[in-house]
Each structure stands twice: as C-alpha cells, then as structure tokens.
C-alpha cells in the first residue's frame, strides 16, 4: 500500500516536472501558431485559439525537405560511423592491457577540454585542401571527431561492465566467439549504445557553426542553416517561421527516441542475469 | 556497468561479490586476447578520424599562438613570429582574472545544479511507471531537441522586460513593480537567469546518461541492501553511487568542460541585455577580445589559457582517472 | 551594415573561434590566382532581403544576356555569422564567391587584408565621382578602391499624428524642439506604462550617435596620429547630457533593451516617436507583423538638427566587392558594372533604398518617406574610420555607456572609463 501510494506521488511529480521542462517548448509551438504581431503583445496568447498554421506553410515551401534529406544523411553518416569506431575504441579500451592504454585515455579526455569550436578556420582550409568542401564526408568527419571522446568514454564504462565469464559460458554452450558476443554482450550493452546514440544525434542534427562554414553552398544547407534563413526572411526576422521550423526539426528526433528508448530500459531486466 | 567496483579500489569492499568481477578481472592479465597487434588494430580507425579532422588544425593553434596572426595573414601575408606577445597581453590584463574568477564560480554552481537535477530526475525515472516515465523522458528530449535558436529566443521572451510572459505573470498576481523589470540589469539576476537556462538546457543530458547507467544496477542488489536494513540514502551512497561512478565521472567532468566554455546563451542574453563588461564569462570575453576582430595569434593562445584553467579544475577527475589505470 | 543586430548573438556564437587559421600555404597566390576566360558560371552573394527576389531575377537575365554563354548564380547569405564566413569562404580559390556585398561597416575589415580585388581601374567606368563618396572611403586602403557603394539608408523618424495633435504639437524644426515634443509626448502619455515619447532603448547607441555628432561630439577622433577616445571632449558632453535627458524624461523603453523588433512596443501604442530606417513602414503595414491600421495615422519626418538642418544620423547601407580569389575576374567584373548601372540602381529606389550613385537620388520618388529618405542621408555619417573601430563595437563599449547612461549614471564618469577602452582598444589594433 505505503509502495504504491509513493508511487502515484513520484509519478505525479514527475510528470509536473515534464510540464515545467517542457513549457519553453509549448511556447515555441504555441508562437508558431501565431501572427508575428501576436507573439510579443501586451497580452500574452497561452493557446492559439484562433491561431494560424500559415507559419507551417511558409516553412514547408521554403525548402525544409532538402534540407532534412541533408540533415538526415549527415546524421545517420556521423552517428553510425561514431559507434562502431567509438565502440571498437572501448572494446580495445577495456578488454585488452597494452602499451599506450593510459596515455590514450588521457589524451581523449584533454581533446574533449580543447575549444574546439573555434578550430573551425583550420578545419576549413584542411578540408578545402581535400576538397572535402560541400560534402557530406567532410562535415561527417568533423561530427565523428567531436563525438568520439564522449561516446568512447561512456562506451568503455558499459563494456567493462559485461562479464567476460557471461561471454565465456555461452561458448562453453557451443555459441562461437562472434555467436557469443552477439547473443549475449551486445544486449547488455544496448542501454549505452542506445545513450550514445540519442547523444550524438542530437549533436549532430543541431549543429550550426561547423556546418556553416562547411557547407557553403544553399542546396547543401542543413535543417539549423535552413532555419536560420527565416531570421532574414523579411524586413523582420520571421518568428513564427522560426518557431514552426523548430518545431519540425525536433519532430524526427522525438520519433528517433521513441524508438530506441525500448533499448535504454532494457539493461533493467538484463541486468539481473548478471546474478 | 560494474566495472568500478574493478577499478577503484577503496569501493570494492562495499559490493556485494557478484557485483565485483573483480577477482577474475584481475587475472586478465594472463589472457591471451591481451598481447599482440588486435588492441591497436581497434584503435586505429579512431585515430586516424581525430588526426584526421583535429591534428592539423591543433598544431596550426600551437604555432599561431606565438605569432602576430590576423585577417592579413588569414588572406596571405607572412605571419610575424611574436614569441609569448600574446600571452603576456592576456595575462597581464588585470580584467581577464575577475572574468576568469566569475567564470569558474559561474561553472561551479551551474554545474552542481545540473548533477543534483540530473541525477535526480534520473533516479526519479526508474522509480516510475512506464507512462509517466516516457512523458518525462520526452519533455526532458524536447528541450534538449529544441533548436538553439529556437530555445533561446523564447527564453528571452520570457524574460522581456515589457513584453515577458514571467512579468506579466508577477504584475497580474499583484507585483506591480514587475511591470517592465528587467531580469538581466543586474548582474546576479543576470547570472541566476543565464544559469536557468544552461540548467534546462545541459540537465537532460545529465540525466538520460545517468538513467543509462541506472539501467545497470540490478536490482536485487538494491533489495538486498535493503533486507540489510540500509535505507533510501544509504542504498544510494552505498550501492548505487559506487556501480554509475565511471558514468558520473565522465557526465560531471563534462559539465564542468563545457559550463566552463559556456558561450551562446551569455552571448545571446548580453545582446538582450545587462552590461556586457559586468557579464562577460570566459568565452564571451575572449571572443570579444580576439576573435571578433580577427586577433586570431591572440584567440589561440587564449585558447590554450582556458585548456590549462580545465585540466586544472578538473584535475580531481583526471587523478581519479590515472588512480583507477593504475589499480587496474 | 550597422542595422543587423536582430537576433545577432545567436551566430557570432558560430565564430567562437578559439583559434585560428591555418593557412595551409595556401596565402600569397592571392594574386596569381589563374584566371578563366570564356563564358562560365560565376556566384554573386547578396545579403539579407534588401535586394528583392525580382531585382535579382532581373540582374541574373541580364548578366546572361550580355554575356552569352555565361551564368549567374546569386546565394542568398544572412547578415548574422558573415564575417565568420567571409573569413574562411575568401580565403580558398575553390570556394569562394566571384562577388560579395559585405555591410559599409564591414568593408574595411576585408580591404586591408587583401581579400578583395583592387578595382581602382574600374571605378571612373561604374561612375566615378558620382558614386557616394562615404561608402569610396569605406571600401578604399592605401589609395585604392577595393569596394564600390551599393545602396545606402539611413533612419528617419516615425511619428503617430494622432498623438501630436492631441498633444497640440506640430513636426519639430530643430533638435530643441524634438527633445521638448518627446518630454511632453511622454508627460502627456504618462497613463501608458513604459510610453516613449521618444523611444530609445539602453542599448541603441547607433541612433543615440545622432544626438552625440549634432552637439559636435564624436566617438574618437585621431591626435598625433593616434586614435583615442573623445566622449569627454565639452561637445560630446554636451551631446550625451541630451541622451540622458532623453533616457530619463522621454524614453520608456527598457533601460538594457536593443532595438530589435520596434514594431513591437510601436504597435502596442507605447511609441510616439522612433528613428528608424526606412523599411520599417513595411513592417508596420504588414497584417502579420505590424499594424496596418496604424499607419495611416504615422507620419516621417528627418532628424532635425540644432541648426535646423537634418541631424547627422548614422549612415547604413552596404558596399560590394571582388573576391581576389575568384577567377573569373573579368566576368566579375562586368556584373559588378551591371550592378552599379542606373538601370539596377533606380530599383533599389523603388524599394525605397538610397542608390549608389548621387545623381539617382531623385529616383526614390516624392512622397514624405522618400523626401525623409534623402533628407536623412544627405547629412548622415559613419562611426571614426579608426582602423580597429570594429574591435569597439566588438567590445560593446558603447552599449555599456549608453546602458549606464540610461540607468542615470553619472555621464561625465561613464565617459572617462568608455574613452579609455576606446583609446585602449584602438591602440591595440594599430
């Protein structure tokens, strides 16, 4: 009884909790709602009632779906590619003892300290040297690189947390190498593959400064460059575009954690085989 | 993720043996996957990607901070070797070290509140049913997933001095001194406003990656601590910290890295108000000193200040770090 | 171009450039870049929505008119994170646009570094003498002109009739008589909360510059050669004593405020008077954005001076220029002709931009907005042309000043310590 009832409070305060988190983000779709004149008033607008979806039109015609195609391949691009090499990285990390381990570590620990935003210029002239310019592999280059450290970090940690005598065992039930590992580690490490994955697309899909000075042509814009467009759109910058542009940027990366939120829970359950 | 309780030490008595791995991980060293070229052959396409895409550019910082390198030299002209020029005009400018003081308090607190919240919402996730589980995961995402541009803007609405939603709602309820405040004329307010929402932004973060690790503490582990007679807070200390503390290590050390570099919602509030000189942090200050004007020699070796000022006030981690590769 | 702050920060976030540069070698070619002849497809940046989608459609079948064969291509840039990209785009022979417009402010920063071409040559042929001569001077280094004028705006003021006459006031002459109405404005408004009779934000101080250059004032003027701060000067005391006045007893916008979306509060009948360019009827009379029902009671009129004439207002507008990296200079140059002829310049007039050349200036028309237009710029002026000015602005020295001035801080105080970073920073940059 005394269980359950803390429950229901816990359950109501956390979903008070999303409310307060989310408020930004009703606003946002709320403004895109509005007529610009609308969004800033003496009078605030909590619910666009007699709203306006003449923001989402605006936005849909301006070349939103290229950009989300661009966005789209980058992303996929940068994340698949920062987990199989981060993933190895944490494997030779936490199975193996060889010479270099440490400082390795180390270093990838002081690469993600760097500012390295403001390496932008170099990376530019480094890229143009290799014509890498206006691609998709030079922008994805760039995404893995500032991936990497973390994803390698948090990686390791769940690698080390698999026993090797689970992967042992299955092979003493006849599974090959290859067969144990698939079987039997890479389930327990889906909750952080899937964490790592969330990350880095998030990172990625929201890019900005990176992306500007890569992508310099208008037909390879990504979904941030794009939106950036409506802050000059007009005389004025055209906020509920804006807005309504954000709005449609988060769209696949909800879908995305719908997806793979299934995955970052399933360690609850597995982690009991351990026993 | 039970390898801490390998790694450190001190924390292996408090694990319950089957937790450990401890014992046949330390044999490790007899295993044969351990020797020869495989380790480095799963290394390689890794560092091939970070020298790749960071080698060059690292070096061309190192050389440029000894030299008197601008737009000019951006566009072709020999850059003018200056030796420590640029150092010595950062440091010796008295205002960097009251930026740089008001930057590491900024980081600090900011950064304590994100691992409090984070970890307790984290906590408050696995403790939850499906459903109200999922919605909070979800707004925690969308705040996340919010395009910056987006984000910030609304936070601004919020906090408009004649427009704002927060003073509307204050001169309503009967503050009518709320009518045209402004959040960022002073310079705590200005400091609690632009740490709300670094909060709201970084805590989402902190928390699916915590949750993540929570995922791996087995749960009749904490049941049986529980039958012992530990209670919700020791269970936490005792139990749950030691299992996540390699996630909460790299999580905390990372706010503490990018708190520390915090620059787009300082530099977005600043042009929305305040007084810049009174609410300039270490990246807007630098920003404005170098690289809005194109000192690029300047901007790099302030680049290496701030690597040195992180590696020193994240030292704690980095020496836990080595003691667990030494333990190990 | 000095009006682009909207949402600023947001980009410059984009540029946090820790670092810098590689060259990569890739430098001293700059003008050995090989050149192509024969028809090809070159790329024209133009920035921000001050060149209307038919302007450029014209401008593309006209290049291609007059150069068979050949192609324009014109992309679309925003103001926010130009610099950032300028920086990077002109430094590479493979990347970068054969024609940039870069703001008039802007100009200087690329002219000394030798990312433009030099067309010093071309100038008599795009009109020489006639093409406004501020901006010549803007986009020149060393005697030789790097970037020619492209249109120019400056601000004017706005003002609501209805409030005038209710107030019995009529359009000011001089600049006594704008500081009294904006008072009065204010004092008779007084049931309005946060009312401008005159809006002035903390921030604005490239309206309040007005004030400042009419009392004779300046930011920094050059002694010995050197640049150093001149806000303490008895002129510019005098000016910046008016801007306080201003603050205090005719302002009600936010005291840390920008200018950005003055629709906004203009709307809301919180404004009676705002200096403010040009376009922004066009806000005021889109449905969205403005209030179209209020336009019709607003009416223009030209800063007005202490001397009666129109009151130096900053000037704003933009330059265009040649990347010494393209190559296909000869067809740059022949759309860099065809944008400075009186054909596609009489457009901008139409869309209510002063043009190039000053013997166009007639072109804009004769309502009360183009004769505010002309007025405005005929007397308009630009920040010091002090080498490291940029890094000024970089700074936000002046927006610290004119926050501290709006928040009743002791003028002659909070100039000494703004003269000093000013001396400071434009010593530096030397």
């Not at chain 1, 090797?164 to 039930?173: F, I, K, R």
């Not at chain 2, 330390?26 to 396409?45: E, K, T």
Request: net charge negative; aromatic share 10%; charged share 20%.
């Amino acid at each position: 009884m005394i269980r359950s009832s803390r429950r229901w409070v816990l359950s109501t305060a956390a979903v008070l909790l999303a409310a307060l988190w989310a408020f930004p983000v009703y606003w946002m779709i709320n403004s895109s709602f509005l007529p610009q004149n609308r969004i800033r008033a003496e009078e605030p607008t909590f619910v666009p009632v007699d709203g306006t979806v003449a923001a989402y039109e605006r936005v849909f015609d301006s070349g939103f779906f290229s950009a989300l195609k661009m966005s789209a391949v980058v992303t996929l691009i940068t994340v698949g590619v920062a987990l199989v090499l981060a993933f190895l990285a944490a494997l030779a990390l936490s199975r193996f003892r060889f010479r270099g381990r440490r400082s390795f570590l180390v270093a990838v620990l002081v690469i993600q300290m760097i500012p390295a935003e403001g390496l932008f210029i170099s990376q530019f002239k480094q890229l143009d040297a290799w014509d890498m310019l206006n691609t998709v592999g030079g922008l994805s280059l760039l995404y893995v690189a500032t991936l990497l450290p973390f994803t390698i970090w948090l990686l390791r940690g769940f690698v080390a947390g698999v026993p090797l005598e689970l992967e042992e065992a299955a092979m003493v039930d006849g599974c090959s190498r290859t067969q144990a590992f698939l079987r039997v580690t890479l389930p327990l490490l889906a909750p952080g593959l899937a964490a790592a994955a969330v990350y880095g697309v998030l990172q990625a899909w929201n890019e900005f400064s990176l992306a500007l000075v890569v992508m310099t042509r208008p037909e390879n814009m990504t979904l941030p460059l794009w939106l950036r467009t409506f802050t000059e759109a007009n005389r004025t910058s055209d906020w509920a575009g804006i807005m309504a542009g954000s709005a449609l940027i988060a769209v696949p990366v909800i879908v995305f954690f719908l997806i793979v939120q299934r995955r970052m829970t399933a360690g609850l359950v597995s982690g009991a085989v351990k026993g | 993720m039970s390898a801490p309780a390998a790694t450190v030490p001190d924390e292996r008595a408090t694990l319950p043996p089957e937790q450990g791995g401890a014992a046949p991980r330390g044999r490790q060293g007899r295993d044969p996957r351990r020797r020869g070229l495989l380790p480095y052959a799963f290394l390689l396409p890794t560092l091939v990607v970070l020298l790749a895409a960071l080698g060059f550019p690292l070096a061309r910082q190192i050389v440029m901070s000894f030299q008197e390198y601008g737009l000019a030299q951006q566009f072709g002209r020999e850059p003018e070797w200056v030796g420590l020029d640029n150092y010595e005009q950062l440091l010796t400018d008295g205002y960097l070290w009251t930026v740089l003081a008001r930057s590491v308090l900024f980081c600090l607190a900011v950064s304590a509140v994100c691992m409090v919240v984070g970890i307790a919402l984290a906590m408050l996730m696995t403790r939850i049913g499906r459903l109200p589980r999922l919605i909070l995961q979800v707004a925690l995402l969308l705040a996340w997933a919010m395009p910056h541009l987006a984000s910030l803007t609304v936070w601004q609405w919020l906090f408009d001095a004649q427009f704002g939603v927060i003073n509307w709602l204050l001169t309503t309820l009967g503050l009518d001194g709320f009518a045209g405040h402004s959040w960022l004329l002073n310079q705590l307010s200005f400091f609690v406003v632009a740490g709300i929402v670094v909060v709201w932004m970084s805590v989402p973060f902190v928390a699916f990656t915590v949750y993540a690790g929570l995922t791996q503490v087995p749960a009749d582990v904490l049941e049986a601590a529980e039958l012992d007679g530990a209670g919700g807070w020791q269970r936490f200390r005792m139990v749950t910290v030691p299992i996540i503390r390699p996630v909460l290590l790299i999580v905390g050390l990372l706010q503490i890295i990018w708190n520390l570099k915090v620059f787009t919602q300082i530099f977005v509030l600043q042009d929305a108000g305040g007084i810049t000189r009174e609410t300039n942090l270490i990246g807007t200050y630098i920003y404005r000193l170098g690289i809005g004007e194109g000192r690029f020699g300047l901007a790099a070796a302030a680049s290496w200040f701030i690597l040195l000022v992180t590696v020193g006030l994240s030292l704690y981690y980095v020496r836990v770090l080595l003691k667990e590769e030494a333990a190990s | 171009m000095a009006r682009t702050r909207v949402l600023t920060a947001l980009f410059a976030a984009a540029s946090l450039a820790m670092t810098a540069c590689g060259d990569g070698g890739g430098g001293n070619e700059a003008d050995e870049v090989p050149q192509q002849s024969g028809p090809a497809t070159i790329r024209l940046w133009l920035n921000g929505p001050d060149t209307p989608e038919p302007m450029r459609q014209w401008l593309k079948a006209e290049f291609e008119k007059r150069n068979p064969g050949s192609k324009l291509v014109i992309e679309e840039q925003q103001w926010e994170g130009l610099v950032d990209k300028l920086t990077t785009s002109l430094g590479s022979a493979k990347e970068t646009p054969d024609v940039v417009e870069v703001g008039n402010t802007q100009a200087a920063t690329f002219t000394t570094v030798g990312a433009f071409e030099d067309i010093t040559d071309l100038v008599p042929k795009l009109g020489g003498d006639d093409l406004l001569p501020s901006f010549v001077e803007a986009g020149s280094a060393d005697g030789k002109v790097y970037a020619v004028p492209l249109y120019a705006g400056s601000a004017y003021v706005f003002y609501r009739k209805d409030l005038f006459a209710k107030s019995g006031l009529d359009v000011p002459k001089t600049m006594e008589e704008f500081v009294a109405a904006a008072k009065k404005l204010k004092q008779d408004n007084a049931n309005v909360s946060g009312f401008s009779g005159f809006w002035l934000p903390g921030q604005d101080w490239r309206d309040g510059a007005a004030f400042l250059w009419d009392a004779g004032g300046d930011f920094a003027v050059q002694e010995n050669g050197k640049w150093v701060g001149a806000l303490s000067k008895p002129e510019s005391q005098r000016g910046l004593q008016l801007v306080s006045e201003i603050f205090q007893e005719a302002s009600g916008a936010p005291r840390d405020g920008n200018e950005a979306q003055p629709e906004v509060p203009f709307c809301a009948g919180k404004v009676a008077m705002a200096l403010r360019p040009g376009w922004f009827r066009g806000s005021l009379a889109d449905k969205e954005i403005g209030c179209p029902e209020m336009l019709k009671k607003i009416g223009v009129f030209p800063l007005p001076g202490s001397d009666g004439e129109p009151a130096p207002v900053l000037l704003g507008g933009s330059n265009i220029a040649i990347s010494a990296k393209s190559s296909h200079k000869e067809l740059a140059r022949k759309l860099v002709e065809l944008i400075l002829s009186d054909e596609f310049q009489t457009q901008y007039a139409e869309n209510g931009l002063t043009p190039a050349k000053l013997s166009l200036a007639d072109k804009l028309g004769d309502d009360e907005f183009a004769k505010a237009t002309a007025e405005a710029v005929s007397n308009a002026k630009l920040t010091p042309a002090a080498q490291g000015w940029a890094s000024v602005e970089g700074a936000r020295i002046l927006e610290d000043l004119f926050v501290g001035i709006a928040q009743g801080g002791d003028v002659a105080a909070l100039a000494k310590k703004a003269d000093e970073e000013i001396t400071k920073q434009l010593a530096s940059s030397e």
